[in-house]
T-cell receptor
């Protein structure tokens, strides 16, 4: 079944740790996105990708980095986590530019 | 700054009533609009998209687009308690180089039994 997956679903980690949030999709989509959303707040685009080896920063400045080595995989990395990184991170994909985006279940990150 | 504005609510309606959710946008180049539903603690799920002026119906949901007034709405008929969620409006300007979706802050809908 075509879907979009994120792991871990929940992560509690100490300040200064390096973390990688995984996102994979089996939908065959070229376009992938990372959003950050605080509770009760709006979605903010932090990274997006056109396809393999193509990544761009989004509207909200983020200390995270992304890579796109395989079409189906779009991991997000924080080299040194801080409490200000505490948030929900949502991965999405779409078939076309300007088309509907499908979201993964999200990773809720807490940095102590 | 291209913006999508929504009344944050909460909007409270009784079960069986029509819920009307509204959205305005500032970018006249926006051509496609999406309505997402987001339950608390969950990720957004697509309900409908619309790109032509007028109405588009899908079951109990009707999306309305008025490009002259830069206004998009979502009507939910026969509202059910299970419709209680935050509804996100998003627009995209497909005509330029920026194909990113711009999301509104969302409207919290509560349907009371």
């Amino acid at each position: 079944e075509a879907d979009i997956y994120q792991t871990p679903r929940y992560l509690v980690i100490g300040t200064g740790k390096k973390i990688t949030l995984e996102c994979s999709q089996t939908m065959g989509h070229d376009k992938m996105y990372w959003y950050q959303q605080d509770p009760g707040m709006e979605l903010h685009l932090i990274h997006y990708s056109y396809g393999v080896n193509s990544t761009e920063k989004g509207d909200l400045s983020s200390e995270s980095t992304v890579s796109r080595i395989r079409t189906e995989h779009f991991p997000l990395t924080l080299e040194s986590a801080r409490p200000s990184h505490t948030s929900q991170y949502l991965c999405a994909s779409s078939d076309t530019w300007g088309g509907e985006q499908f979201f993964g279940p999200g990773t809720r990150l807490t940095v102590l | 700054q291209k913006e999508v504005e929504q009344n944050s609510g909460p909007l409270s309606v009784p079960e069986g009533a029509i819920a009307s959710l509204n959205c305005t946008y500032s970018d006249r180049g926006s051509q496609s609009f999406f309505w997402y539903r987001q339950y608390s603690g969950k990720s957004p799920e697509l309900i409908m998209f619309i790109y032509s002026n007028g109405d588009k119906e899908d079951g109990r949901f009707t999306a309305q687009l008025n490009k002259a007034s830069q206004y998009v709405s979502l009507l939910i008929r026969d509202s059910q308690p299970s419709d209680s969620a935050t509804y996100l409006c998003a627009g995209v300007n497909s005509g330029g180089s920026n194909y990113k979706l711009t999301f509104g802050k969302g409207t919290l809908l509560t349907v009371n039994p």
